[in-house]
Each structure stands twice: as C-alpha cells, then as structure tokens.
C-alpha cells in the first residue's frame, strides 16, 4: 500500500476548499490533517469539518497547537502574499514543506509541466493561475527559439475571484511577468489579468503573444502541441480553443518591444480556456482548479522525495 503523508492547508476559501477536495479524492502520498483558517464560521472550515478534517479558526497558531501538528509534513498556504511571509518563517523552523499558492515567491517558482522534477526546495512556489496556464506555452516556444517578449493576458469569471486574488493583484502582475521571463525564457514579459463581470460567468481563458527569432513555425506548433499535452495530464480542463497562429514580422518593419528596442521574427499567438474540474466550485472556476491541481502535483511530488529520503515527520513517529 503507498504510504501517505499529512498535509495541511491554511485558507480554508475557494482555492483552499477545492485543494482540499483534491487531495482527498486524488492524492497519491497525501491525506488530510487540518485546514486551518481565521474565520470560524466560513463555509470552507464547516465543509472540512463535515468531511471529517481537523480544524481551526485560530491560524498558524491555532494549527501549532493542534495534536495533529507533530504529523504534519507538507503545508499548502493559500492565503495572501503578505501573510505567507511569517507563515514561512515558523513552519521553516519544524523542518516541514511549504507549497505556496499565493504571488510571495519566496522559494522558486514552479509550474510542474516545466520544472518540477528539477526543483527541490523548502518552499516551493506556484507562481499564479494566469502563469500556471500560460507560462508553459513561452517555455515550449523558447525550445525552439529565443524569445524576445512574450505576453499574456488571463481573463477569468468575477465570481471565481475571491478575496486573496482580488487582494494579491499587483502581486499576480509583478509574479506571473518574473515567471515568465524566468521559466519562460523571455527576455521581457508583461501579465495582465481580467476579472469579467459576465452572467453567465465564462470560463477562464488566456491570450498567449510571443514574439522570437525566426523559426521553423512546424516545429513550434509541435512544441507547443507537445506542452499542452503535459499540462493536461494534471489539469485534464485545459485545452487549445483553436490552432497556433503564427505571423512574421519582417527585417525591415520591426515593432518597439519595451525596454528592449526594435525586434523583428516570429510572432505566435496562443488562444486557451481551462475548464475546472468541479469538485467545489463550477467548472468555469479553470483559474482555481488549475492552481489546486498544480499544487497538488507539486505537493505528491515532495511527499515522495520525503518517504523515499526518510525525514517525514509523520513516519518516523509511526517507526
């Protein structure tokens, strides 16, 4: 039987509430322990109790003082980027694994179709729903070529936009263009993000521009292709919405690219929606449920690295 470790989530809203639905049902080396949050009459501590989970509305320090604490190994903070700062610092302290979904970038950025058997930190970062999308698509460019900016715009439902995303939108910016020049490969990248009010609410879709160096534009859509395929084995809702469309910029009609001068190549476009799974929210919720399904590949990837290098908490008390 594969042995599973405890994890706890802090932020018991939308993104924490669907983790933990996730880990529950699809988790290879997870199990919950505690959903920890501040407010003790939300919905999502009341479902995590319904479901047989621990909890506390006390915070972090609540969850230090829980039994459960000594067995915990793994911790997915889904709060704001302000709060994650200290959230980081005392779980750092009992030697336990942070997997960060909020813009902090404290540990380095990962997005599991690019990096994440490369990566093994303490605190592992997941960058931002927009970047979990749309990143993957400049990194399969940059395979092929080397990209001179790249571009990405997310828009998703106002209803799928709670509190911390509403709260965490400079940093979403700042984060999501920092991942894209740095996993990306891009020299300069800009994010923007849109928060559609439309009823029925959409399902999340992302705009992809990259402009690169002339390249054989086969061997990008194959790449491209390629990326797409490994994204979905964890977030089964994302998907092209039509082909790859490509046009080149000519030698002698270069555009401005900002901070970087005139440019000329290939420029890709890249047009994608990601469908949610809907294990708490409706599936138009793609932003969520590709930030939880991230985490939760980033989270089974480091319990398995802890069994198999023997300092999980949790098994050696078992031991």
């Given at each position: 039987?594969?042995?599973?470790?405890?994890?706890?989530?802090?932020?018991?809203?939308?993104?924490?509430?669907?983790?933990m639905?996730?880990?529950?049902?699809?988790?290879?080396?997870l199990?919950m322990?505690?959903?920890?949050?501040?407010?003790?009459?939300?919905?999502?501590?009341?479902?995590?109790?319904?479901?047989?989970?621990?909890?506390?509305a006390?915070?972090?320090?609540?969850?230090?003082?829980?039994?459960v604490?000594?067995?915990?190994?793994?911790?997915?903070?889904?709060?704001?980027a302000?709060?994650?700062k200290r959230?980081?610092?005392?779980?750092?302290?009992?030697?336990?694994?942070?997997?960060?979904?909020?813009?902090?970038?404290?540990?380095?950025?990962?997005?599991?179709?690019?990096?994440l058997?490369?990566?093994?930190?303490?605190?592992?970062?997941?960058?931002?729903?927009?970047?979990?999308?749309?990143?993957?698509?400049?990194?399969?460019?940059?395979?092929?070529?080397?990209?001179?900016?790249?571009?990405?715009?997310?828009?998703?439902s106002s209803?799928?936009?709670?509190?911390?995303?509403?709260?965490?939108?400079?940093?979403?910016?700042?984060?999501?263009?920092?991942?894209?020049?740095?996993?990306?490969?891009?020299?300069?990248?800009?994010?923007?993000?849109?928060?559609?009010?439309?009823?029925?609410?959409?399902?999340?879709?992302?705009?992809?521009?990259?402009?690169?160096?002339?390249?054989?534009?086969?061997?990008?859509?194959?790449?491209?292709?390629?990326?797409?395929?490994?994204?979905?084995?964890?977030?089964?809702?994302?998907?092209?919405?039509?082909?790859?469309?490509f046009?080149?910029?000519?030698?002698d009609?270069?555009?401005k690219?900002?901070?970087?001068?005139?440019?000329?190549?290939?420029k890709?476009?890249?047009?994608?929606?990601?469908?949610?799974?809907?294990?708490?929210?409706?599936?138009?919720?793609?932003?969520?449920?590709?930030?939880?399904?991230?985490?939760?590949?980033?989270?089974?990837?480091?319990?398995?690295?802890?069994?198999?290098?023997?300092?999980?908490?949790?098994?050696?008390?078992?031991?």
């Amino acid at each position: 039987m594969t042995r599973k470790l405890k994890a706890a989530i802090i932020g018991p809203g939308n993104i924490g509430t669907d983790l933990m639905i996730k880990v529950m049902r699809n988790s290879k080396h997870l199990e919950m322990g505690a959903m920890v949050g501040v407010d003790a009459g939300s919905d999502g501590l009341a479902r995590a109790n319904r479901l047989g989970v621990a909890t506390t509305a006390e915070g972090l320090d609540g969850l230090l003082k829980m039994d459960v604490f000594d067995s915990i190994d793994i911790v997915f903070d889904a709060t704001s980027a302000s709060a994650h700062k200290r959230h980081n610092e005392v779980l750092a302290t009992h030697g336990i694994q942070v997997i960060d979904l909020t813009p902090a970038a404290i540990g380095p950025y990962v997005i599991p179709a690019i990096n994440l058997e490369a990566e093994n930190a303490s605190n592992m970062n997941m960058v931002t729903c927009g970047g979990q999308a749309t990143i993957p698509i400049v990194a399969a460019v940059s395979r092929i070529a080397n990209v001179h900016y790249a571009e990405i715009v997310a828009s998703i439902s106002s209803k799928s936009a709670g509190p911390g995303t509403r709260a965490n939108i400079d940093e979403f910016t700042e984060t999501t263009k920092a991942a894209i020049e740095k996993l990306g490969g891009a020299e300069q990248g800009k994010a923007i993000i849109v928060l559609n009010p439309a009823e029925p609410p959409l399902i999340m879709r992302d705009t992809v521009f990259v402009l690169s160096e002339l390249a054989d534009e086969a061997e990008v859509e194959a790449s491209i292709l390629k990326m797409v395929a490994s994204v979905q084995a964890y977030v089964p809702g994302y998907r092209l919405k039509q082909r790859v469309q490509f046009d080149v910029t000519p030698r002698d009609q270069p555009i401005k690219v900002p901070k970087l001068g005139l440019r000329h190549g290939l420029k890709t476009s890249v047009y994608l929606e990601v469908e949610g799974a809907a294990h708490y929210l409706p599936s138009y919720a793609g932003n969520l449920d590709i930030m939880t399904s991230a985490a939760l590949a980033c989270g089974d990837m480091m319990a398995q690295r802890r069994i198999a290098s023997g300092i999980a908490r949790g098994l050696k008390e078992k031991t």
